[in-house]
């Protein structure tokens, strides 16, 4: 057997601090954006490559640690809440029912985690080799999740961050075979499954006073599942492949402002305590049921063909064409009002490019000339968030669809609206010398 072990370190300190002020107009307005934390975060790994006679594995683990390195308020339903308030006390002994100098505070503390890594994989045939991997991952929240704090003028919490927040985890499963097949093709399907756990959504608190804030908590998940499927051939001189994945992304909401969750510490007779959002789970904004590549290659050799002289013109040539194949991301469209949520679909996605370059040699020196087309179908993708998921754009690509690329609001000042909806480029091409010396 052979061992090849490995490992390394990483550490990482951050100075966050944020001191904004915003709607200065009046007092009513007014906004302080005012945080500052210096947290920690860092990983150890190692991991052990091991070959037997008709048996590779890599095993691995890695060792994620991470402190917020602040203090935090610890009432969940009012922050600011004055613990020593006292009602029965008259009226001016009493204090103030929110006070942030006495509300009491917690001091983050440190997470970690282990995290293995495996994969294994064993040839079934003198022509198969079958694949297995297993692997957990973590990620920390973003800092604006966790620090940001936004007051009004008269100490009234609107929006804070939560350091009581865990990491995003995600348990991914691989399991496939390589095929080799005749004529140097070979074929790899594999199938994979992810569960992804406390995912971070947004939170709105009510306290006893009916007071509200809003802020993040884990709640969410992902359920994610597929497969692929690969056929390539990378010798010889045609050379390509054709590459297939199904996947799909199901959960409650792709982003943690789509599905908030309402907690009231005192709810009113006959209304839950927790207002949760709808319990079916839903494709999420991101999800692609279909994603295709196809890809054709000629290379020449560059003693092929005649000669002209000392030059061959067939010689160092390659040509090369790609086409990208998607499916639509759902998106709602709910002129009813029931309550429908991804319920549709964008249109497929088509990019078609073509490369072809020829290479001419001077004795150790070489200049390679070019020519490429881009989005050759002329395929118009439309930006996601700036169509189907603004009011006005979507009603008009259900409605009046013809009339999507100008923006009509202010009729008769129409202008148009390419720039702003459209996510790629027309057709276009490039030409070009590339020199090497």
Do not use: C
């Not at 052990?48 to 402190?67: P, Q, T, V």
């Not at 983050?108 to 282990?114: A, G």
């Not at 995290?115 to 045939?125: A, E, K, T, Y």
């Amino acid at each position: 057997a052979n061992n090849l072990i490995k490992g390394g370190v990483q550490f990482s300190f951050y100075d966050v601090q944020v001191d904004q002020e915003v709607n200065v107009t009046n007092e009513g307005s007014f906004r302080a954006v005012d945080f500052e934390a210096f947290p920690y975060e860092g990983a150890l790994y190692v991991q052990d490559k091991m070959e037997f006679e008709g048996l590779i594995a890599n095993l691995g683990l890695r060792y994620d640690f991470y402190n917020l390195n602040t203090e935090y308020f610890a009432d969940e339903f009012s922050p600011l809440r004055n613990p020593y308030y006292d009602p029965s006390k008259p009226y001016l002994e009493r204090g103030q029912y929110y006070d942030p100098d006495l509300a009491v505070k917690e001091k983050t503390k440190l997470y970690t985690r282990l995290q293995p890594r495996i994969g294994i994989s064993f040839p079934v045939s003198e022509t198969s080799v079958f694949h297995l991997n297993y692997g957990t991952f973590t990620q920390r929240p973003r800092f604006n999740q966790i620090f940001y704090s936004q007051m009004t003028m008269f100490n009234e919490i609107e929006v804070i961050g939560n350091p009581r927040l865990r990491p995003e985890n995600t348990k991914a499963y691989d399991v496939g075979i390589v095929q080799g097949l005749p004529y140097g093709f070979y074929l790899d399907v594999s199938a994979y499954y992810k569960d992804v756990t406390d995912l971070v959504e947004t939170a709105y608190f009510f306290d006893e006073q009916q007071s509200v804030y809003r802020t993040y908590i884990n709640r969410d998940y992902a359920d994610i599942k597929g497969f692929h499927v690969n056929l390539e051939k990378r010798s010889g001189f045609v050379r390509g492949y054709m590459r297939y994945n199904f996947e799909a992304a199901t959960g409650k909401s792709s982003n943690d402002l789509a599905a908030p969750v309402t907690y009231f510490e005192k709810p009113a007779e006959g209304q839950e305590a927790v207002d949760l959002p709808d319990p079916e789970d839903i494709y999420l904004d991101y999800d692609r049921t279909h994603k295709s590549v196809f890809n054709l290659r000629f290379l020449t050799p560059k003693k092929f063909g005649l000669m002209l002289g000392s030059f061959r013109p067939l010689a160092d040539i390659s040509w090369s064409t790609t086409l990208r194949v998607m499916s639509g991301r759902p998106y709602t469209w709910d002129e009813t009002g029931k309550g429908l949520k991804f319920n549709k679909r964008t249109p497929w996605e088509y990019d078609l490019r073509m490369r072809l370059e020829k290479k001419i040699r001077f004795g150790v020196n070489s200049v390679v000339a070019y020519f490429e087309g881009f989005n050759l179908l002329n395929n118009k993708v439309y930006h996601y968030s700036r169509t189907f998921q603004n009011e006005r754009n979507v009603v008009i690509w259900e409605k009046q669809r013809e009339t999507i690329e100008d923006y009509t609001q202010y009729a008769p000042y129409i202008t148009s609206q390419k720039l702003y909806i459209f996510n790629n480029q027309p057709r276009r091409y490039r030409l070009g010398l590339i020199f090497n010396f």
